[in-house]
Each structure stands twice: as C-alpha cells, then as structure tokens.
C-alpha cells in the first residue's frame, strides 16, 4: 500500500481513517509522521513520503504527531491474515519476545537465522527487529506513562528498557516530549488511539482504551466467550468479558467491555512488563486488528450472504488468550453441547489450575498449562475412551515441545500436525486453526450450526457442495463462518444481558 504514493495522497487528503495503521504519512518539512487520518491540515502532496510502519518513520529520524498520535493506530491487519514469516514475527514481535529473547530468541522460534529475519522485516516494513521493538516498547512507555503512577524508573524497565537514559533519549526522540511532559499532558481530553481513560477503579489497574478500524459489531464477539465462560477462569460481570491471563513474569486479570469506539480494556498485572504481552493476546483475542470493510466487501458479493452482511457488518472472529489452553477445550467440546464442554474444563481448571485472587470478581485460577495436564490420571477424566486418548496425547504433545501452536506457528505445518493425532478430525483442526491459530480463512462445512445455516440460506448443505460454493469468500471464510452461526438463536449469537 505505502508504495503507491497516488492512492497514499488521495486517503491522507480525505483523511480516511480505514488505512490508520495500513500506512504512515511522513511530512519532510515537519520531520513529523502521522496517521492518514490526521485532523492537521494534510500537507502538500510532493512534502509526503510513505512508510509501512511507525518504526520505519522513527528510523527515518521522524517523529509522532501530537495530535493523531499514530503510534496508536490500530495494527495492521496484514499480519493477521498472514503465516508468512514476516507476518509471523510481527506477531511474536508485538507479543514481546525480542524484549525477552532477544533477536535471536526471535528467529530460533521461527526457524530462520537472524540475518535473514532482519533482512525480510526490513525490506517489508522498513525496519529491523530491533526498531520495530523500540518502537513497541516507546508505546508501552507511553500508556504507562499516561494511564499509572509508577516512577519514571520503573516504567523504564517495565517497558523493556535496558536503561533509564535509553528510556528517557527514545521517548524525546520519538514523542518531542520528555516523559514528565507526556504525563502533564494526559491530564488532557484524548479522543484516539489506545490511551488513558478515567482513572482506575483500584490501585495496580491499568486501564486503556483498544482502537479497532469500524465498523465492530459485538455480538457475536463477546456473546460467544460469554456463552462458552470457563467457570473460574471467565465470566461476564458488569457489562465486561472478564478473565484470568497466564503472562510471561506472572498472572494477570483483565476486563474487556464493548464501547461505540473502542473497546474499554482494565488490566490487574502481577507484573508490568507483561503489559505489551498482555495488550497483544486481548487484542488478538477481539480480532481488533481486522479489517471489516475489506472482510464484509468480498462476503457481500455473494447474494445469499449479502443480507446477513447488512444486517449485521462488522463481525469479527472471537479468538483465544492461549492457543494450547483452546486446544484443549476444543478437545472437551467434541460431540457434546456447550454446557458440557464448560463443565469439562471447569474441572480441569479446579484440579490443576493455579489459584489467583479476584477481588473484584469470581476468577479463581489460571487455566492449567500442559505441562500440569500430561501426568494427570486418565481414570479421573469424565470422558469416553477415546477422547481420553486424543487429550492425553495432545498435551504431551504441546508439554514436549512436539506440538506448537502460537502466534509463530505456520498454519499449513501445525493443521498437519493436529491432524496426526489421534482423534482430530476435519471439525477440531480448523476450529483449532480459526481460533487458535487465527486464520482468516478457516472453514467448518461439517459443523451442524453451518450445515443448517446454509441450508436456510439456500446454500449447499453437503461438505464438500459447501465448501466448493464457499471459495468465492476467501481468503474470509472464517468471517463466513460467523455470519452463518449467527442466524442461530444460540447464546453464542446475543450479548448477556
């Protein structure tokens, strides 16, 4: 998108807000970048130069606008639509594991050597995995800075800097501001971006709005992590989707509520260099970094959809925190109803579970990890035979590193891999792959809510008819797959009230 500089000027002219994030406007004579949404008046066409990223600006020696604040901006849903490698490491990138691992650690995970990573991330997006980091970590800064109270000091390491001078000399640079100024001005109406809201409710919370690119309908999003709430490890409570998260350095609780224009986000970390992890799994979790005009565009095409589309646009797949911990419940949920899957897990979770403390709420534990669940007693296990078999298998499999499913596994190698394991059929494997793994175009033609669906519609109801008609929805099938659930009146479908 960044490279074609005419359609980059028509969208910063109209100030179109749909490519927030898509792209970068930098102006020459400002040494200033921001959003093509910017509210300034939008420079002149030939004083514009385009970037793919906030950090390719910032190594272009740029700094962000004040009044958009780009590094703000909603993601970009390329690298949600992607396996890729590039795509795949943006995802670990965001999730902080060169904070953690550094770029090594980084491309052990992805199987490429470091100069190959660097070389890729730079061609495509402009900057190495040390400047995209950088820039993540300015941005965590920032939330930190305008959103708590800690000391200068600890928001420096929290964000994952090496040092309080680094913290002090990336901040100046990236923001022309020092961070005592940051915090003076968020004393100041926001109107954009992930920012501060009224102040927290307890000591220790953050709390933070998530952009997302309009329009986001809710319904099926948070309905469906209602309805299907392990009890002790979610819940919905007070008009919020609440639930314990296992992080990095510690445990973390957090509170996600729809709003017209964001999604009002209140963390409760143990820890706070676990915020950018955190904010990268709730996002993933809310599908935010979707992009429904392009999604509902191709949907609409086809006239049996069409109306459903109208009805409704918007909607985004409701996704997971921990792509092993839906695996399981993916497993629990073979073959029985909702109902009986959230008493499955409920188990789990009471057996083996880490207990957590929820003043606020009704969270009781973290959800077990596999390495907890590999030596558990199959006798003690409600469940038939064979699916005793396919969960055992599975967690040893993820427990021995045998199996990975994360934010850098490539969704062709790990259906592969699902699919040699005893018990995983077609339904469990692309469940696993829409939700887990996150691809886009994941389909389920042998689930029963789509077959009868489709059926309604005038659709085809045999598989393979179904998924033959459904090719004209890729690479969007998994957004297919939600309009199709929705024309059932299933808790799945409706906000609690």
Known sequence: MHTDTERCVRAVQSKDARFDGVFFTAVRTTRIYCRPSCPAVPPKAENMEFHPSAASCQRAGYRACKRCRPDTSPGSSAWHARADAVARAVRLIQDGVVDREGVPGLAARLGYSTRQIERQLLAELGAGPLALARAQRAQTARLLIETTPLSMAEIAFAAGFASIRTFNDTVR????????????????????????????????????????????EPSNLFGHLAATAVPGVEEWRDGAYRRTLALPYGHGIVALAPR????????????????THAISRCRRLLDLDA???????????????????????????????DAAEFAVRAVLGQQ???????????????????????????????????????????????????????????????????????????????????????????WTTELIAMRALGDPDAFLPGDLGIRRAAQGLGLPGAPAALT????????????????????DSHPINHLPA
């Not at 409704?312 to 409701?318: D, L």
């Open 260 to 275: 017209p224009d964001h999604v009002l986000c209140r963390l409760s970390l143990t820890d706070h260099r676990d915020l």
């Open 291 to 321: 992009d429904p005009l392009a999604v509902d565009e191709q949907l609409r095409a086809d006239p049996l959809l069409a109306p459903l589309v109208d009805t409704a646009p918007g909607r985004r797949v409701p996704r997971t925190v």
């Open 173 to 216: 640079e990236v923001f022309a501001l020092t961070p005592g100024e940051l915090r003076a001005r968020a004393t100041r109406p926001r109107t954009t971006g992930a920012t501060a809201a009224p102040a927290p409710a307890a000591p220790g919370t953050l709390t933070l709005r998530l952009p997302f690119r309009a329009p986001l």
């Open 468 to 487: 033959a008609r459904a090719a004209r929805w890729r690479p969007w099938r998994a957004y297919a797959v939600q309009y199709l659930w929705a024309t």
């Open 336 to 426: 029985v109803s909702t109902a009986a899957a959230r008493t499955h897990a409920a188990r789990l979770v009471t057996a083996h579970g880490v207990p957590v403390d929820d003043p606020e709420g009704g969270l009781t534990h973290l959800f077990p990890t596999p390495a907890a669940l590999a030596g558990l007693d199959p006798e003690t296990l409600a469940l038939p035979r064979s699916r005793r078999t396919t969960l055992l298998t599975l967690v040893t499999a993820l427990a021995d590193g045998g199996l990975a499913l994360g934010p850098e596994s490539d969704w062709t190698e790990a259906r592969e891999q699902l699919r040699a394991l005893p018990g995983f059929g077609p």
